[in-house]
């Protein structure tokens, strides 16, 4: 999960996609989203986001987060040219027309819109495979959200993402139990979001039957943004990376 650490520099997100092929990540992501539509002119940024960032606005962090049409484009052909594998979470219709058009693999729904009903109606009519985190969620919500992309998909294409969105997420906050409720509730694949700086919780969490690892990692944690304290740096990843392969 490279998310937003590029911090809005195309030449960035080159960089974090040639370190995440060295460290042997099978996939990158990244986010699409429309400021405009994701957040209102008032909207109040989350602790950590005003520890970690600059103090202006959460709609003009965002803005100046946000990937361009154009810059996603060039970075699925420089993804492409270096052979790893790109994904891209997706936060609103507007961006979702925008990835769709890439036929990729995978299509990511994160936690805050699970409950955007129009866009996971969109979504469920392609035929991408499609990971959504269950952050901030009670079973309830995340049922319906299985339940509206099961009316179009096989649940052969369905990953379900346990998460905790605090960011990081201490150690005692993680419950990795949680995935193994979830694979006794749901018929799809179990996968866990991990927002803890822990090089090990993901390999516990394979050895618990999670087929899908998402961590968050950035080229420098002492970066200015919202999510680089909480990422892994590359030494970092790669050493999960090993004990997850043990």
């Known amino acids: 999960e490279a998310g937003v650490n590029h911090d809005g520099k195309l030449d960035k997100a080159f960089r974090l996609a040639v370190t995440a092929k060295k460290i042997k990540a099978d996939f990158i992501k990244f986010q699409a989203f429309d400021p405009n539509l994701l957040c209102t002119v008032n909207a109040v940024k989350a ?4 520890k970690n960032a600059n103090q202006e606005s959460q709609l003009a962090m965002l803005k100046k987060l946000s990937l361009s049409e ?8 420089f993804c492409k040219k270096i052979k790893i594998g790109l994904m891209f979470s997706v936060f609103d219709s507007k961006s979702y027309k ?3 058009n890439l036929k990729l693999k995978y299509m990511k729904i994160p936690s805050g819109e699970i409950n955007n009903y129009p866009l996971l109606k ?4 392609n035929k991408t495979q499609i990971i959504f985190s269950t952050g901030l969620s ?8 299985y339940k509206i992309l099961k009316e179009k998909k096989s649940v052969s294409k369905i990953i379900i993402m346990h998460c905790n969105t605090e ?5 005692s906050d993680v419950n990795l139990r949680v995935i193994l409720n979830l694979k006794k509730v749901f018929n799809c694949k179990i996968g866990f979001s991990d927002h803890s ?21 950035t080229l420098n944690q002492k970066s200015r ?3 680089h304290k909480a990422s892994l740096n590359p030494k970092q990843f790669a050493e999960m990376v090993k004990n997850i392969k043990e």
């Not at 969109?122 to 009519?125: A, D, E, T, V």
Request: proline letters at 7%; glycine letters at 4%.
């Open 47 to 50: 602790d950590y986001q005003k």
């Open 70 to 77: 154009k810059d996603i484009i060039k970075i699925n052909n």
């Open 98 to 100: 925008v990835i769709n």
């Open 122 to 125: 969109s979504i469920k009519k």
């Open 138 to 145: 009670n079973i309830k919500e995340i049922k319906y959200c």
């Open 167 to 171: 960011y990081p997420t201490p150690i």
């Open 197 to 217: 700086t822990s090089t090990f919780l993901p390999a516990v969490a394979v050895a618990m039957g999670a087929s899908y690892i998402e961590k968050h990692f």
């Open 225 to 227: 943004g919202p999510d």
